[in-house]
């Protein structure tokens, strides 16, 4: 079985579309310009899906970015605070938990304009529930309706859940995958201390917050 930390891993999540690639390239292998487009595509394919992360910051009290993400917009939530942020086609695809956890619930419930959502919610060693929303919008004009399309050709579902109901969970810890990107809504507590700041893109694993 694979490490989730091999350089290569996050081409599970790609299987379909790299079988498809290697049936052509087995059929067309005589056909120099099918050949090389095959051997471009499959560089492209092992870039977007890459699984290299960055040192994680291992202060005991910090909150890291579950993802590589924009942030598009903050809103208040009563006791809690939304961060709704976009990850791009470039971006890492697979989402990490923030800190130290344990999953309460995985549950799903599309809402106006989602063509897919993940809802997980946890809860801290300090009783803090947080939670992440892992988000498929429906595609507006342009090349983001390519984006969205051309996945469904391969795959039912661009969502990818690592964990399930009473997994404790480590910080750092891949908990979910989207594939092509998406959106991505982190709800915390008023009471942790976030440095999250509108349109600012944050890494994969770097330090937003405290508890």
Sequence with gaps: MLD???ILFNLI???RILTVL???????YKN???RYMIYILFGIIIYLFRNDLDDLDKYKRSI????SSKVESIKELEEKMSYFTYVSLLDKYFIIAPMDCKVLEVNKGLRKGDVERVRIVCV???DKEFEL???IKKPKTGFGTLISWFPKIFYKNRIVVNCKVGDEISKGERIGFLRFGGNLEYVFSKSNYMALELKEHYKLGEVIGKI
């Design 64 to 67: 890291i970015s579950p993802s």
């Design 13 to 15: 999540y790609a299987s």
């Design 32 to 34: 120099l310009i099918i």
């Design 22 to 28: 290697i049936v052509i390239l087995i059929i067309f």
């Design 4 to 6: 989730d930390t091999f």
């Design 133 to 135: 929303n892992l988000i």
């Design 124 to 126: 801290d060693k300090y």
